[in-house]
């Protein structure tokens, strides 16, 4: 039966044997308890707690304080558990009655066993980092705390990426997912969990949430680190864009609709002919200047573009004249409301199919764009 429990990763936390919180009043007496509790199988001397616990003082003040800390730490003891002796006094050895149950070998011990279970009760027994905010202002303590506290955080990165790859193994992505999650929570910075669970967000069929995994890593490591994902990052998110757009491809091959590119920078005009086009059965996508629209016939399968002439950034003439430099060849149909003929002119020569001229009738615009699918089926 467990007499008394210390709890050390997160907040320290002291738990008698009905599990209820109790009190150790000094800082120093709680630290000499935490010590011990992390080595059950140990016995420590007193020189080197007092040293621990007092190295700001000389020897013979550091034994004493010891000494004063262990009468009242014995008092403690004794209220919480009346008929268990805790504290394990053998000569100058110090040691805690097996009794005493502590977070952090066991924590180490399941991670150790390497089990799917053992993993899942190892993370969820980290609360949090290793004495969260405990410090007695004492260097040689303080010190191992901080070195304490680095290595078990690793240890825990560490399990979570162990579970996460023997979830995904046996196909258990929900949960996978959950456990990376939960990683990234312990460490946002962790660039190949971002990949891990960008992998498992592609593998559950979620496309939209595996672009975003790596747009949420991408801003992580700039605003925390000021750099940019690494190589093998970008051409995981390289791979999940291509496999976006050919999956929208096998849609659009599916239903049998053409795909029309409208690209205009007023709003009006974009949405109006967005909704002619859409009624009329066509498969939509917008872009607001050119150089977005670059970067949609990168990424989708385009039948016709439907294009102002007058663009911010990249104009509609320069538009069409870059894609055919690239290999990419679709047919376009210009609109303009531009004076004079040099406009149309110009449209032809960079090898426009068609030309309208503003303000464009719904009923001219279908006729076009469906002369020129039929022209270049």
Known sequence: MTSMRLELLGDLLIRGSDGALVTIGAKKSQALLAYLA????????????????????????????????????RKELSQIAPRQKILIEESDLLSLDRSVSCDVPEFESLINNGTEEALKQAIDLYRGDFLDGFAINEERFDQFVVGERDRLHRLAVRAHAQLVELQAR?????????????????????????????????????????????????????????????????ALQREILQIRAQRGEEAKRADGRKTVLVVEDNVLSRELMNAVLKSAGYSVVLAKDGAE???????????????????????????????????????????????????????????????????????????????????EA
């Open 38 to 73: 992390m080595k059950p199988s140990q016995h420590v001397s007193r020189e080197k707690l007092a040293g621990l616990l007092w190295s700001s003082t000389g020897p013979d003040q550091a034994r004493q304080s010891l000494r004063q800390t262990l009468s009242t730490i």
């Open 293 to 375: 629209a670059l970067m949609m016939v990168g990424r989708e399968k385009i039948d016709l573009l439907v294009i102002d002439v007058d663009l911010p950034y990249i104009d509609g003439h320069s538009l069409l004249q870059a894609m055919h430099e690239n290999g990419v060849a679709v047919p376009a149909i210009f609109i303009s409301g531009l004076p004079g003929d040099d406009v149309e002119v110009r449209a032809f020569e960079v090898g426009a199919a068609d030309f309208i001229r503003k303000p464009v009738k719904n009923s001219v615009l279908l006729a076009r764009v469906a002369k020129v699918m039929k022209d």
């Open 170 to 234: 046996r196909g258990a992505l929900d949960e996978a997912i959950g456990t990376a999650q939960r990683s990234l929570r312990l460490d946002i910075l962790q660039e190949p969990m971002h990949r891990m669970l960008m992998r498992l967000y592609l593998e559950s069929g979620d496309v939209v949430e595996a672009l975003q995994q790596y747009e949420t890593c991408a801003k992580v490591l700039k605003r925390e680190l000021r750099i940019e994902p690494d190589t093998d990052t970008k």
